[in-house]
């Protein structure tokens, strides 16, 4: 019997595209995506590629014309719709916040209190705003909604912002946080068992991109009397693995650090006395 293909439906051209398919090819999927094109077939994994607007990704996976997307948790509160988060991808990364000019003397949330606000995510701002017993006129535009106070269109805005540094160039100053976004993979509610299966080979895959992304593999020599304090600093994934070196009275060991201690954990290494600590990217992890 012929396997089922997952339909996959991923952002055609904007932010999250290149990550996007980045991924797929890190899983090992092989696909060719001619330009322009709206579909695409891959040859070594059943899964059939979908290149669309990000907006309706949600739409879409909701009412099951595509199995699986990937789509920012910014789309997702805004439309609402109903679908399942199943990993969140650790990519497209951006939040979304209000943003008044320089020269507003901001001091609190209460400040927006009928406030012209202009934004493109209308149904999170307004949830925002209840939540802190604000009443402000919220004004929906579909995109450059930084320039809206600049031309008198608006007093402040909501908008997406990684760096700052559009709003800065725009004159605006980012305030309050409102929501923290990245890309994730979502799936409709109820897939059938053969595209379960399938979904859950490519969540194995994925996680083994994501783990290899998170993690070193540190190698390093140490005096042996120096061992034990070097092994409490080094987690590993069970233990590190510690083998003597040719040179009596010296190991070599090896382990596997997360990313976000990195930097603690080699100064503390060397301060231990290991030397000639070598640290590598790590392809794949399977946990
Ligand atoms: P489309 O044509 O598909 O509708 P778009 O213009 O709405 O594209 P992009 O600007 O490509 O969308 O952004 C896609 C997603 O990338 C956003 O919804 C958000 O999740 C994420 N993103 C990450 N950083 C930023 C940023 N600085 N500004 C905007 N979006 C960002
Ligand atoms: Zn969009």
Not at 50 to 79: K, M, Q, S
Not at 265 to 282: D, H, Y
Request: glycine share 6%; net charge negative.
């Amino acid at each position: 019997m012929k396997t089922e293909k997952l339909k996959i439906a991923l952002q055609k051209s904007g932010r999250l595209s290149e990550d996007s398919m980045n991924l797929l090819k890190k899983c090992g999927i092989r696909f060719t995506n001619g330009l322009g094109k709206l579909r695409a077939e891959t040859e070594n994994f059943p899964l059939e590629i979908y290149f669309l607007r990000d907006d309706d990704i949600p739409e879409y996976v909701a009412d099951g014309v595509a199995d699986i997307g990937i789509v920012g948790e910014n789309v997702l509160a805004e439309t609402e719709k109903s679908v399942e988060i199943i990993e969140k991808l650790n990519f497209g990364k951006c939040r979304l916040s209000l943003a008044v000019p320089k020269n507003f003397d901001y001091r609190s949330v209460k400040d927006f209190e009928g406030k012209r606000i202009a934004t493109s995510y209308p149904n999170i701002l307004r949830r925002f705003f209840a939540a802190n017993n604000v009443n402000a006129e919220i004004h929906t535009i579909s995109g450059s909604v930084e320039i809206a106070p600049s031309i008198g269109l608006a007093d402040a805005v909501c908008d997406l912002v990684s760096s700052g540094s559009t709003l800065f160039t725009n004159g605006l100053r980012e305030v309050e946080t409102v929501l923290n976004s990245e890309a994730v993979l979502v799936s409709h509610t109820a897939l059938n068992a053969d595209l379960q299966a399938v979904l859950d080979k490519f969540l194995f895959r994925i996680k083994a991109v994501k783990a290899a992304e998170q993690n070193k593999y540190i190698l390093l020599n140490a005096p042996n009397e120096k061992l034990e304090q070097i092994i409490e600093i080094l987690p590993g994934i069970k233990s590190p693995t510690v083998m003597p070196l040719a040179e009596t009275g010296w190991s070599s060991v090896h382990s596997v650090i997360n990313e976000n201690d990195f930097w603690e954990i080699v100064e503390a290494l060397k301060n231990t006395g290991a030397e000639g600590i070598l640290v590598l990217s790590i392809d794949r992890m399977i946990q």
